[in-house]
């Protein structure tokens, strides 16, 4: 038989030298063996005779249901004759050795999957979350020719764990609104990816969404409308969603800029509120807005904020935001002035140090890890706890630069992760590119390694996920599925499975192509909007479409 052991060795740069069976996984497994048979499938049912978690039979529910309607023909086979069949499957077994529910950094989810050349498959796992995991490769290791489904190059050993415990993907809901339906079909995608952490940017300066019991008017007055709005209920249909497909919900409540929102309903904490025109003296973008951070009402409404919205999301990280805040909005408020020249031992610099310990004791108090943007750490003088992660977006050097201080880091440049980029700029009387021009494709995503210029070994332990980033000035359900996918796909795979093999090959977007071309029609097939990598006729002639 022939051995892949974490990717494959550095001699093999054309897919069609892989078994074709590993050619329908993505991610790839860390540990792939395979013989020559072609199996035909008598019966690909699900059964888990031992386990009791209603998570996990849940998903095998699911997973059966995909398998029943699914039949998935690699674009390569267009034209092939099926193969012939030397065995027959007859099911596949899952056991796990816990049904505990518990999702979290730190959960198991790894597993290992044996198919053999006749008879019963078997997926074995600690938790029942690495049991999804196997239950998806699982079910693209089935493919149909000529009215029949096998598994090719049976009997297959794989054993699989990612390398990053954060797989991530952002979504901005308050720039622009996403129906529930939308979001559910994202997490669904993020499932069939093996991506495990959806980053829920819900409210920004443009609109309050999501329902507020501690503030009504928060969502009342801050909502794009009534039919744009999130409920209690909504974002615990969402969570449980989410968990069914191993999949945390973060949310983020970004403070204290970013707040224009807010001021629509509590004026009396903000500052700078929708500067015209020269909102650019105060904020990012339009409109401005700040929390007055001199008015003890305004951390104290942050406070609440936490308190309340800890609540709602059950996850152990909650993440408080803290980017780009403009000084200049304070400096030039008339309330900050009186504050400063009453107190004038202080400064904005040490009212913006004394609100970000406010939110995060507020968090810590609450048994939660806080999750910030990088600017907390490296463009204020507060120093945030030890235990804080920290998401690195400036630039690919933040990642580095955040593990040498000691923090956890989540890699999300903007350079290589953001996928709104690319689609020129969106203020209408600029007739030019984004600032984070160019787009990014997914060779560049494929391309981009977090690990990148981080020699220590305890440094690179601390670089414990990434994430896609999918910001809304220019995207809304109409686009979703496109700006997403496959791109997101490609850091999925690079989470999960690492650059590099187990002998140190560094994997090129060249020896990949063929693998995320049959991932993206299976997606399409599952009612993913993915767009084309290349021209159909590429996909059906692996290695003809390579730049000489």
């Given at each position: ?11 093999v ?7 074709p ?13 395979n013989?020559?048979?072609n ?10 005779p ?21 039949s ?21 077994t ?13 959960t ?5 999957l044996?198919?053999p ?6 997926l ?10 196997g ?38 809901t308050?720039?622009?609104y996403?129906?529930?339906g939308d979001?559910?079909r ?21 609109s ?10 928060l ?10 709005r999130?409920?209690y ?24 800029g ?13 500052s ?40 709602l ?34 400064s ?21 890890v ?44 903007a ?21 984070c ?14 690990m ?20 809304s ?16 796909a ?9 650059k ?6 560094v ?17 399409v ?15 059906r002639?692996?290695?003809?479409c390579?730049?000489?």
């Open positions: 038989m022939k051995s892949i052991k974490h990717m494959w060795p550095a001699t740069v054309v897919l069609g030298l892989l078994s069976a590993l050619a329908s996984i993505w991610p790839i497994p860390s540990v792939y063996v013989g020559t048979t199996t035909v499938v008598a019966s690909a049912q699900i059964t888990a031992s386990i009791s978690s209603s998570i996990l039979s849940a998903a095998i529910r699911r997973y059966n249901t995909i398998i029943e309607y699914e998935f023909t690699p674009p390569t086979d267009y034209n092939r004759r099926p193969p012939d069949p030397e065995g027959s499957l007859t099911g596949l899952v056991s796990v050795d816990s049904n505990d529910e518990t999702l979290s950094l730190e198991d989810e790894s597993y290992t044996d198919i050349t006749t008879g019963m498959a078997k074995k796992a600690n938790s029942i979350y690495g049991a999804m995991r239950l998806e490769t699982y079910s693209q290791l089935l493919v149909a020719n000529g009215g029949y489904r096998f598994v090719k190059s049976t009997p297959i050993h794989i054993e699989d764990k990612p390398v990053l415990k954060h797989r991530g993907l952002l979504l901005d308050a720039r622009n996403y129906p529930i979001i559910m994202t997490l669904d995608a993020m499932s069939f990816n093996k991506m495990n952490v959806f980053h829920w940017h819900i409210v920004d300066a443009q309050w969404p999501v329902e507020s019991k501690t503030f009504p008017d969502q009342n007055k801050g909502a794009y409308g009534a039919n744009m999130y409920s209920k909504d974002v615990q249909e969402i969570i449980d969603y989410a968990q069914v497909r191993g999949i945390r919900v973060i949310p983020e409540f970004d403070m204290p970013h707040t224009y929102s807010v001021g629509l309903s509590k004026p009396s904490i903000m700078c509120l929708n500067k015209q025109p020269s909102w650019d003296n105060f904020a990012a973008e339009p409109p401005s807005g700040q929390l007055n951070i001199a008015k003890p009402a305004a951390s104290e409404f942050a406070v609440s904020i936490v308190s309340e919205y800890v609540r999301f059950p996850d152990s990280v909650f993440h408080l935001g803290g980017d780009e805040v403009n000084r200049n909005c304070w400096e030039q408020d008339p309330d900050v002035k009186l504050y400063l020249e009453a107190n004038p031992e202080e904005v610099e040490t009212l913006l140090v004394d609100f970000y310990d406010k939110v995060h004791n507020a968090v810590a108090n609450l048994n939660r806080g999750m910030t943007w990088e600017e907390t750490l490296f463009h204020s003088n507060y120093t945030p706890p030890k235990n804080t992660i920290i998401q690195a977006w400036i630039d690919e050097e933040s990642i580095p630069k955040t593990v040498a201080k000691g923090y956890r880091s989540i890699a999300s440049p350079s290589a992760y953001y996928l709104d980029c690319g689609h020129g700029g969106w203020l209408t009387n600029v007739d030019g590119g984004s600032w021009d160019p787009f990014k494709t997914w060779m560049h995503i494929y391309n981009f390694d977090p990148a210029n981080i020699t220590s070994a305890k440094q690179r332990k601390l670089v414990i996920g990434a994430e896609v980033a999918l910001w000035e220019q995207s809304d359900a109409t686009v979703l599925d496109a700006r997403l996918w496959p791109r997101a490609a850091m999925a795979e690079t989470s999960w499975s690492g590099t093999d187990a002998i140190g090959h994997r090129t977007t060249k020896e990949v192509t063929q693998r995320l071309h049959n991932q993206r029609f299976r997606m097939g599952r009612g993913i909007m993915a767009e084309p990598l290349q021209p159909l006729w590429c996909a002639n692996p290695g003809s390579f730049a000489p």
